[in-house]
């Protein structure tokens, strides 16, 4: 691997999370390097691993595409762009946006399978590092990755990140059954070690005699594969005895089946717990021999057989590509072929809502599976549970809508048959055959079937899927005490059809004709908008009311207090002449008093002018003290004297107005003088729009040196100090 390339990429990624911490408050940028560290792990290139320290930089910087590809080339910012969050798109639900990503990310993935590869890595040590989120944050992502990642891992054959996945989640899940079950595994600890050591010991030599090149590894089985049997089987953990996995990886496929043979001389096979994943390999391209035995003491283990290549498959599914592919060989572009199931997928779920893409996404990629098989000898896996409906559709489109018929084995069977493993089926089919019917929408378990049975209904049957989707519709509203007109209205339905994302209301009704949309979904989301639109028009009608009252007051104030002068408001009089006393030139910020002036008006002064302080009750003896305010919206500048005191000193005059140059201060006169005593004083007027600026300039002038004291003339003495 290019290190520098490596190396230049954290130094990006470092600096475009500069200031982003993470809840543990370590920098963002060791998530990065965590993500890329368990992709390295994995044994990807190098492009992956630039990519993984790159994967936020799109999402959460202000760093883009173009800027990446020209930096690390175009299959690295096509990487980071596959696994980016669509974060600038608004969505009408949480489910929605959620669908629009993985439908986004698994669009990505047809193209290069590595995106997936980066995001588990990614949701990886997210998952390790969970214990700093919120509550609600661990089971909200914890819940995620249960039903996607780590099923998702599975479908990939990463076997390893799949149980990393669902232990952690587990943890956040359940976290009373999780501690339950390592507190009894670890009591147990030293039992099971010994006899995991006892059994690896037995299986050791007894290969070794046959001169069978052979590996024996034990493990406990992960905390969540515990977990679900014991739910499953309404266990106790204490009643779960085959606790323990043992693995034997040989060197050819032929011994693999000569180990089974001597496993099986060994110990006592369980009837019906015998799998050959070599012969048929699941869909993930999981290989091994397995098989569930019972020892001497009486407890049962499983064994799984697997040569070296099928093991690390099993470890790291696709990733293992990368690593181990025949001798290191690059891998070729072909290679994402053996997941075209994505794109299958994909394609027969363009028209799906949130709800229903999850959940088919969920039968159709994650699933338990069955393996039949076509006349020809073809195998055809499907869901576990699924009908003659399912393979007809999974052999075309047009051999299910033409279908009239299906045998099995050789005998007729009804269209909701379960097809079994190693079941050979025949479907019939017929030119004047009247297509699917409505009820095939429950029979099928497949989420491709379900989704070309309703294009079919889409195309062919639109007047009729209206007028049962109305009905459909009418009656579900009926059902919740609803209004149909209210749902329907002129006025609101715009609003209430992008809610459920149609264009018109026939669109809407024919959807749940075909069943693209049902009528309890589209009922239930059109009365949410509507009462949010109607609890938002009473919010906006209150607020209207407070508005125009606080109007009304804001009027009635403005009255009382007349119109401004000069920017000042006098209480009680309008347009009445206005001017600001010398003695302490107050400016917009200041606390200010009026003073009424005989043939003058109104004299405006500072609340702590020495005049103003000499009288304090004159306001109450005769009524010549009144109070104003400065208006709120002020643009005329204010004259005010300022008195700079300084030790004396030579170049003090020239660095005063260098300060007051460097602010564009509006000065009118500046005068400067020695007091005989080793001070200077230099006495400024000039013009500021408030008292915010005014004291900027105070404070810029105080930190010229010697300068002790800036004071503003007219304030009394306390004031100054």
Known sequence: MDVERITSAYEYARAAHEGQ??????PYVTHCVAAAQIALEMGLDEDSIVASLLHDVIEDTSSGYDELSRLFGATVA??????????????????????????KMLMAMTKDIRVILIKIADRLHNMRTMEYQTEEKQRTKSLETME?????????????????????????????????????????????????????????????SDHINATVYSRIKHIYSIY??????????????????????????????????????MFKPVPGRFKDY?????????????????GSEGIPFEVQIRTWEMHRMAEYGIAAHWKYKMGNVPV?????????????????????????????????????????????????????????????????????????????????????HVLQNGDIVEIRTSKNAPGPSRDWLTLAKSGSARTKIKQWFKKERREENIETGR???????????????????????????????FPTLDDLYAAIGYGGMTATRAVNRMNDELQRHQKSAEKKTVVDKVNEAAERRNQQEAHRRGKPVHGVLVEGLDNCL????????????????????????????????????????????????????????????????????????????????????ALNSKVRSLNARDTGDGLSLVAVSLEVHSLSELQSIINRLSGIRGVSQVVRNGASQKDQQ
């Open 21 to 26: 911490l993470r809840k543990d408050g370590s």
């Open 78 to 103: 096509d990487l980071v762009e596959g696994v980016t969050k669509l974060t600038r798109v608004q969505y009408t639900s949480k489910e929605d946006e959620q669908m629009e990503n993985m439908r």
């Open 148 to 208: 996607i990642y780590a099923p998702l891992a599975h479908r990939l054959g990463m076997q390893r990140a799949k149980w990393e996945l669902e232990d952690l989640s587990l943890k956040y899940l359940d976290p009373e059954g999780y501690q339950e079950i390592t507190d009894v595994l670890d009591t147990k600890m030293q039992v099971l070690e010994e006899f995991m050591h006892s059994v690896d010991s037995q299986i050791e030599a007894r290969l070794s």
């Open 228 to 265: 679900r049997k014991m739910y499953a089987q309404k266990l106790d953990i204490n009643g779960i005895f085959d606790l323990c996995a043992f693995r034997v990886i040989v060197d050819t496929i032929p011994d693999c089946y000569n180990v089974l043979g001597i496993i099986h001389d």
């Open 278 to 294: 070599i012969s048929t390999p699941k869909p993930n391209m999981y290989q091994s021999v397995h098989t569930t035995v019972i």
């Open 332 to 416: 070729k572009s072909g290679d994402e072929e053996n997941y075209a199931w994505i794109r299958r997928l994909l394609e027969s779920q363009q028209e799906s809502d949130a709800t229903d893409f999850f959940h088919n996404m969920k039968i159709d990629m994650f699933a338990d599976e069955v393996f039949v098989f076509s006349p020809k000898g073809d195998v055809i896996n499907l869901p576990a549970g699924a009908t003659p409906i399912d393979f007809a559709y999974s052999i075309h489109s047009g051999v299910g809508n033409t279908m009239v018929g299906a045998s099995v084995n050789g005998r007729i069977v009804t269209f909701d």
């Open 471 to 501: 009905a459909m519709f009418e009656a579900e509203a009926h059902s919740r005490n609803l209004s149909v007109t209210a749902l329907t209205n002129e006025e609101m339905l715009p609003l209430l059809l992008k809610r459920v994302s």
């Open 578 to 661: 206005i001017k600001f006393s010398r003695c302490c030139t107050p400016v917009p910020g200041d606390d200010i008093v009026g003073y009424i002036t005989r043939g003058q008006g109104v004299s405006i002064h500072r609340r702590d002018c020495e005049n103003y302080l000499r009288h304090p009750h004159s306001m109450e003896e005769d009524g010549r003290w009144i109070p104003v305010s400065w208006a709120d919206e002020i643009d005329d500048t204010y004259n005010t004297n300022i008195t700079v005191v300084s030790t004396e000193r030579q170049g003090l005059v020239l660095d005063v107005a260098t300060i007051l140059n």
